[in-house]
């Protein structure tokens, strides 16, 4: 009676339990990953770096160089870094005196561009280099070759399925060529046998998947190399043009030339700004948008455009961003002769969400005292878009549209110290040479504004006025970053890639037709897969009952009568049973559990 078997017999390993030397080559390369050497590398420099460089480019080392790389990549997401925000490094070095310095010398305000990090991401990309290119020739080898032959013993592979059939031969190997090219098998004839490979995609999914990491790392690196990137706070009627000395901070890669900044320009028409009046979520943006005239090049046309938060304006490779907001107060400042010396709309910097800001006034020219003589002037500000009132609490605003807005002022007089040569920050006022303006009980000389109202300077000194004109300002962040296109072509590369690395799987399928001793033609199957091809003897079982309807069972021989009674008993229960069953007859492997 002809017999299948299609349970998978594998090692403690999960490997099919059969040696190289009862399979041959019917059980070599099912995968294109490097075999490693049990003996130890030959002494001398050159073994020793044969078995460094093995350890190198194996997967394990490169999978341990990809988790150390994200592992290194948390700090520069935890840590202020000079590269984003030089202020903030230095804030948490005061604030943290103990850690800073050791910081410091780890480069934990330098992630990406530390030594440490360099050298992982500089190991792991040789690493990835030399394991693709090796797995790359011998796939490409494997794709020009045939499969392999069938071994000469089918019943030791871990699916196998026989019968019999009255079909000659090559009847049921043409039957079975064409079966298995219907199904997308590799074919060919050999012998007695027809050898059919499947599964190929699953090896070049491995290989895209870490030719795409190669993409990425490149992108990264170009990336960091040519990158641009500055902030610009403009007024509401202000402008921009994309040169280098038109930024407020600017930074950029080691590689960047600065004769490469687009060519562009764009103006701050006006700033939209709506938000939730009730409920738990008041205070909250719905609208939040600069409307912004821009051109490209020196004599391009006059385009318009609204930048959101999560909508740039892109020109010439560059995006501006949307980065922030707040109230630019417009006030004029007159000497005692009531002689205009100074009228703006100075930027203040919000300190909360509800925009309560702070900043500085700094009259630096064009101001005389009372005697003739140069003076300068300085305001410590405060502003409120919504004043809660007097006595009402602390001056803080309490939302962030203009519904109730209030300027406290403060007044100095004297240096300001901007002739030193030292920098200093347009937002805060340096007092350490400035005398206080005093009031009549002596005490500072400070006001709360609305809007039209003016403090007057004593001793005829002259007076501040809080106009009307209440402006907005927006901060843009405009940045040139090459090779995100393909880094995210090599991040859907990679997902691809493991996909397929994960979920094809590669098996291969041999069918023997041969007549046997009583010239019958006896057919073999048996498959062969890697240790997780889980579903090869549920395939085989399907091949095979295919290959089965072209080519069926052929009757099993009647056994001699040994009486007419026996006979006719025997006939008549042969005519009960059915002798072409539907299905192939079951043989058990050799070896296979019961």
């Not at 890639?497 to 098996?507: D, M, N, P, V, Y």
């Amino acid at each position: 009676m002809s017999k299948t078997d299609t349970t998978p017999q594998t090692d403690a390993a999960g490997a099919p339990s059969e040696s190289a030397d009862d399979l041959g080559a019917a059980g070599a390369q099912l995968s294109t990953a490097p075999q490693e050497e049990v003996k130890l590398p030959s002494l001398g420099v050159v073994g020793w770096v044969r078995w460094f460089w093995r350890q190198l480019t194996s997967m394990r080392v490169a999978l341990i160089l990809l988790f150390l790389l994200s592992l290194g990549a948390i700090p520069g997401s935890l840590i202020p870094q000079n590269s984003v925000d030089e202020l903030k490094v230095q804030d948490f070095k005061a604030a943290h005196s103990t850690l800073a310095p050791l910081y410091d010398k780890l480069q934990l305000f330098d992630v990406y561009s530390s030594v440490w990090f360099s050298a992982i991401y500089i190991l792991l990309f040789v690493s990835l280099i030399g394991c693709i290119v090796p797995r790359t020739w011998q796939f490409v080898g494997q794709l020009r070759s045939r499969p392999p032959g069938a071994p000469k013993r089918l019943t030791r592979l871990p699916a196998y399925a026989t019968w019999r059939t009255e079909a000659e031969p090559e009847q049921v190997r043409e039957a079975a060529l064409t079966m298995l090219k219907e199904r997308r098998f590799r074919t060919h004839a050999e012998g007695d046998a027809v050898a059919a490979e499947k599964g190929y995609l699953r090896e070049a999914g491995n290989l895209a998947f870490h030719v795409a990491l190669i993409v990425l790392l490149i992108a990264f690196a170009a990336g960091q190399l040519f990158k641009s990137e500055g902030q610009k706070l403009v007024v509401e009627g202000d402008g921009f043009s994309n040169t280098l000395t038109q930024y407020d901070n600017f930074k950029s890669g080691s590689l960047f030339d600065t004769q490469n900044l687009a060519p562009f320009s764009f103006k701050l028409d006006k700033f939209e700004g709506t938000y939730e009046e009730t409920g738990p979520q008041r205070g909250t943006p719905r609208t939040y948008r600069a409307n912004v005239s821009y051109s490209e090049g020196a004599d391009g046309a006059e385009k318009k455009k609204g930048i959101e938060s999560n909508k740039p304006l892109e020109v010439d490779g560059s995006k501006v961003y949307l980065i922030g907001h707040g109230y630019a107060p417009t006030v004029t400042v007159r000497d005692g002769r009531g002689k205009v010396v100074y009228k703006a709309s100075v930027p203040l910097l919000p300190i909360d969400s509800n925009v309560t800001s702070t900043g500085a006034i700094k009259v630096l020219d064009g101001y005389k005292d009372k005697n003739g003589k140069d003076e300068q002037l300085g305001f410590n500000a405060f502003f409120v878009p919504t004043f809660a009132g007097t006595g009402k609490g602390q001056m803080f605003s309490q939302f962030p549209a203009l519904k109730y807005p209030v300027l406290a002022l403060s007044a100095y007089h004297g240096s300001l110290g901007v002739d030193s040569g030292l920098p200093q920050n347009v937002y805060q006022l340096d007092t350490k040479k400035m005398e206080k303006f005093k009031d009549s009980k002596g005490q500072l000389l400070k006001d709360r504004l609305r809007p039209g109202e003016t403090l007057k300077l004593p001793n005829g000194a002259g007076s501040i006025t809080f106009e009307k004109d209440i402006k907005q300002w927006a901060t843009f962040q405009i940045s040139q970053q090459p090779g995100t296109g393909w880094a995210l072509s090599g991040a859907v590369a990679a997902i691809l890639g493991l996909a397929g690395s994960l979920f094809i799987q590669r098996r291969r399928v041999w069918v023997r037709a041969r007549t046997g001793d009583d010239g019958v033609t006896v057919v073999e199957m048996a498959g062969l897969g890697r240790s997780e091809s889980a579903k090869l003897p549920e395939e085989l079982s399907e091949l095979a009952a295919h290959l089965h309807e072209r080519a069926p069972s052929a009757p099993e021989p009647e056994p001699e009568a040994k009486d007419s009674k026996d006979s006719e008993g025997s006939e008549n229960s042969t005519d009960s049973k059915d002798s072409t069953p539907d299905n192939p007859p079951v043989v058990p492997a050799e070896g296979a559990e019961k």
